[in-house]
């Protein structure tokens, strides 16, 4: 960071000093990106973490299919995980059309958007600005600090790089139509606008933004020193006198000309808002007043605005869930509002000779205000993610400050330049270390509860990783932790069961499901993995209650119509089983048990061409499972197709030798070819495998008598 003169592009006679001007700003723009891709470079062996991404990409089938016609209606027409954001589902679904599960694309293409972001910030600060360095310098604290990590290391904050696109693009947008007011330009604007709008609704304060950059520095409003290109603001031989705005009279508005002005923005700003809080409170993420006061939410809030400043200046602690204390010391409330009061006046008063203290200021109280909690949605404090556009206004007053600051310095520019330098080096090192905790969801979560307490969310993640570990005590401990933690939360006690009942304590199991519906009628997980319990005691009328309760409530729910297929198929109702089987499979084509499970109904039923198809499908998703290939011989062999039977039994012993079945009805179906020694081999194979096997011992025979076998 140095000392910068305001640009002077507008008054230079040639092309040649233009064309320098050209070459510095990309040259910052090539640093900038390259900076960026060489920290966050380990993603590319980044894994999906077990928090949202299900939802969001790998578990989602509407994601996974990729681009699909039914997919962009979906994503338009539904909310989804308690938003309403159809752009940012569709590039999640570009990115499973081009690279399917791949993480590493996934996460690329949240390191790529980051950088287009911070160079898109640096253009628009030079721009408005004329101040290379400086734009600069905000635009590298941008890419590298590490309380930006959270909203690019994790592929389900698509939103907030995507969101964040859009917004600097709509500033460019914006600074382009201020430099020259027209009806189209302004269309521009708000297309843009309403883009990032449908990527993450955060960006619905952009209208208030624009207002604080009339101010400073666009220098639009006519109130002195504001409209006179003053101290920090746009010089005059940047950006000639103010072209007329097609919204009131003169190069300069009032106050009310500009809000005017941004009627049509605040317009769509309120439609999505509005969008939002109904999505948000249909998928039950928006906390009642009768869980937190609003009261409580305001002091909740004042100490998040103030530990957000903090964690800017020493990122120490940072985790991906942050749980809200039970209590709220009052001496803390007190003194954040104390430092918050005490800023916003010292912001104020400076504004006349300092303008962008009270611009960075407002920036940042005004981006917060969405998701600092006045609202709540979730359960969670504050996020490291929400500060991703914030703190781009503190960014601003550091930057801008500091030059102030050191401009007595004789040796201002290299101290300012040693003191830049430093500054983001420790925030290479910073954010390359938080990083690492991205790798994957166990550590992750691990880091999480080593730097919180009581975190119910970390401990339930956690534990479910351990469950897929096979770990089951380890995975009792932490839900069991959670249920202490938060007994009202009717997750944890599914979680709970279902860790009791992989342990066999099925009545156990059973008495957590029950108190997770009590909590929660609507918890389709319960309904359904207790609908699979009664169905392994027999209660098959009971199971298919609960099985069509889940389905009620989610009917997307592919495990709901598969359990529904596994309770019809047990009473033999075949049509009915098939109907659930293809439903599951609609929305999960990819489970290999639900094709076999289709295919044994499809077999009942006759319809023998249809399950080898569905058999077949089976050794597609999972070439090296030999029951697969054994399932798909038999099917082969019992049409007469005994060639390619033949080659997945072979198939299926090269993955499994012990397999004395495989070897039986490999035999049985060489025989039927006429190949009598080879069916002898597989027949004394079977039989080394089980002595006392008569079929197989009487198929020896058989073929021994045929005197074929030497």
Avoid at 477 to 497: D, Q
Wanted: contains cysteine.
């Amino acid at each position: 960071m140095g000392i910068d003169t305001p640009g002077r592009r507008g008054n230079h006679s040639g092309g040649c000093a233009r064309h320098a001007d050209f070459r510095r700003d990309l040259g910052v723009c090539l640093l900038l990106a390259l900076s960026t891709l060489a920290v966050y470079a380990p993603v590319r062996g980044f894994d999906f973490v077990n928090y949202d991404d299900p939802e969001y990409v790998t578990g989602n089938p509407h994601v996974r299919n990729g681009l699909t016609v039914d997919g962009i209606v979906w994503a338009f027409t539904h909310s989804h995980s308690a938003n309403w954001h159809p752009l940012t589902w569709i590039s999640h679904m570009l990115d499973c059309q081009l690279f399917g599960l791949n993480p590493a694309a996934h996460h690329l293409t949240n390191v790529l958007l980051h950088i287009a972001n911070t160079v898109l910030l640096f253009w628009v600060l030079n721009a408005m600005t004329g101040r290379r360095w400086r734009s600069g310098f905000v635009a590298a604290l941008f890419a590298l600090h590490p309380l930006h990590v959270e909203s690019v290391a994790w592929v389900s904050e698509r939103k907030d790089v995507l969101g964040a696109f859009f917004w600097m693009l709509t500033l460019a947008a914006y600074v382009r139509y201020v430099r020259r007011p027209t009806w189209w330009r302004y269309a521009a604007v708000a297309l843009v606008f309403a883009l990032g709008l449908m990527a993450k609704q955060m960006v619905v304060t952009l209208p208030v933004v624009l207002l604080l950059l009339d101010l400073w520095p666009l220098g639009r409003l006519e109130v002195p020193p504001f409209g006179k290109g003053g101290q920090g603001g746009i010089p005059p031989n940047v950006r000639p006198n103010p072209p007329q705005s097609p919204f009131f009279k003169g190069g300069r508005g009032t106050v009310v000309g500009l809000v005017i002005e941004k009627l049509p923005l605040i317009g769509l700003a309120v439609a999505a808002s509005a969008i939002t809080f109904v999505a948000q409170r249909h998928g039950g993420a928006v906390v009642s007043a009768a869980d937190r006061t609003l009261t409580f939410r305001a002091a909740n809030a004042l100490i998040a605005y103030v530990t957000y400043l903090v964690k800017m200046v020493w990122p120490s602690g940072l985790a991906v869930f942050y749980p809200t204390p039970a209590v709220l010391l009052a001496w803390w409330v007190a003194g954040a509002a104390l430092v918050l009061s005490a800023l916003s006046v010292l912001a104020f008063r400076a504004a006349r000779q300092r303008p962008y203290l009270l611009v960075g200021w407002l920036w940042y109280l005004g981006t917060l205000v969405p998701v600092i909690g006045i609202v709540q949605v979730g359960d969670q404090a504050m996020a490291d993610r929400y500060t991703y556009l914030p703190l781009v206004g503190i960014f601003i007053i550091v930057t801008w400050g500091a030059c102030d600051l050191a401009a007595r310095w004789p040796s201002r520019r290299i101290g300012l330049g040693l003191v830049g330098t430093a500054a983001l080096a420790a925030c290479c090192t910073l954010t390359w270390r938080q990083l690492h905790y991205w790798r994957n969801g166990s550590a992750l979560f691990q880091r999480a509860l080593a730097v919180t307490a009581d975190n119910h969310v970390a401990h339930l993640n956690f534990g479910q990783i351990l469950f897929d570990q096979g770990d089951l005590r380890g995975a009792l401990g932490h839900f069991t932790e959670v249920v202490r933690i938060r007994p009202g939360f009717a997750k944890a006690r599914v979680n709970l069961a279902a860790a009791l009942a992989a342990t066999g304590e099925t009545d156990a199991a059973m008495a957590q499901y029950a108190e997770a519906l009590r909590l929660d009628p609507n918890e389709s997980m319960a309904h359904l993995n207790l609908g699979l319990l009664l169905a392994a005691r027999g209660d098959l009328d009971a199971a298919l209650a609960h099985c069509a309760e889940a389905l009620r409530l989610d009917p997307m729910y592919a495990k709901a119509h598969t359990a529904m297929g596994l309770a019809l198929a047990a009473r033999e109702k075949w049509p009915e089983a098939i109907a659930h089987y293809r439903e599951a499979i609609r929305l999960d084509p990819e489970s290999a048990a639900v094709h076999n499970s289709l295919a044994i109904a499809f077999e009942h039923s006759g319809r023998a061409e249809e399950a080898i198809q569905q058999y077949a499908e089976v050794v597609r998703i999972v070439p090296d499972d030999p029951r697969g290939h054994y399932n798909l011989a038999s099917a082969l062999a019992d049409q007469g197709r005994l060639d390619e039977a033949i080659h997945h039994y072979r198939e299926t012993l090269r993955r499994k030798a012990d397999f004395p079945e495989a070897h039986y009805a490999l035999g049985i179906a060489l025989a039927r070819k006429g190949d009598f020694p080879a069916a002898a081999t597989e027949f004394r194979a079977a039989l080394a495998a089980r002595p006392d096997w008569p079929a197989a011992q009487a198929a020896l025979e058989s073929v021994l008598a045929s005197g074929a076998v030497p």
